[in-house]
């Protein structure tokens, strides 16, 4: 069997197992946009007391920014992924896969795509709802560049979340529980990913901090770029850091994964 077809068909287990939890992913999407509902009242009272907009945002644009905050975070972010590699190694699952001419790091990419794919499908009707409830503030860009390079945008920051997130997992080799750990670096993520509020409202020295920082192009990246608030020589530094951390993040992946499985095998004889 072709590497290819190999996780082609890991793709394909991964895609139906994913499907089973259908309902649930349907129901944490739903329940995952209330969150917003605080958001309209929060910054309608700052627009409200301000009476003008902020570093370019006015309220509508503020709304627009955190539906497209939703639509990417859905669209790139792991859902347990974690938990289940690390599950894999506490509970010594990866013994199977020890012995087959397979990636690790492959097999679970493709449970990761297969579970992105079904996810999206699901979760796409509530938020394609909330875009309709939100519409008059909505604003399509008029270059189709602008469309291209959001998506290899969004494509880079699901990979360096997933790298990121295998990288976590493989923690679980040293300790038995790695849910501090995550917890941590999550936290890290929603204030400086700009999950919390756009980054580019923060002041130019902590902007220019966080531009060399992962949680810059994990969601904020993408989003900036579709909203046109990236352009010229920023719009394509943006890109080659994010691509710098894609292939740091991947490579960091790996060196995890193999100092990991040499501890794994002297611990287990």
Not at 4 to 24: C, D, E, H, P
Not at 50 to 58: E, F, I
Not at 78 to 92: H, L, S, Y
Not at 107 to 126: A, M
């Amino acid at each position: 069997m072709s590497k290819t077809a190999k996780y082609a068909s890991v793709f394909n287990i991964g895609l139906q197992n994913t499907f089973v939890y259908r309902w649930n992913y349907f129901l944490r999407a739903a329940f995952g946009l209330i969150p917003l509902a605080g958001t309209v009242f929060l910054w309608s009272a700052v627009f409200k007391e301000r009476g003008h907009g902020l570093h370019g945002y006015d309220y509508g644009s503020m709304i627009y920014y955190y539906l497209l905050m939703i639509l990417v975070s859905n669209l790139v972010t792991p859902t347990e992924d974690e938990w289940q590699i690390a599950a894999d190694i506490r509970e010594g699952q990866i013994n199977a896969l020890l012995t087959k001419p397979m990636s690790y790091l492959a097999y679970r990419f493709s449970i990761f795509c297969s579970g992105r794919l079904v996810y999206t499908f699901v979760t796409l009707p509530p938020i394609a709802l909330i875009f309709l409830y939100f519409h008059n503030y909505v604003t399509l860009p008029h270059d189709p560049a602008t469309y291209v390079l959001a998506i290899i945008s969004t494509l880079m920051a699901a990979f360096i979340q997933f790298f990121i997130t295998y990288s976590l997992a493989m923690m679980a080799f040293w300790i038995l529980e790695i849910t501090t750990i995550v917890f941590i670096v999550y936290s890290f993520e929603y204030f400086l990913g700009g999950q919390m509020f756009p980054i580019d409202i923060m002041p130019a020295g902590v902007q220019a901090a966080l531009k060399w920082m992962p949680f810059y192009y994990e969601l904020f990246c993408p989003v900036a770029i579709f909203l046109e608030r990236l352009k010229g020589a920023g719009l394509w530094q943006a890109l080659a850091i994010q691509t710098g951390w894609l292939f740091l993040t991947w490579s960091i992946a790996r060196m995890m994964w193999h100092r990991g499985l040499r501890h794994y095998q002297a611990v287990g004889g």
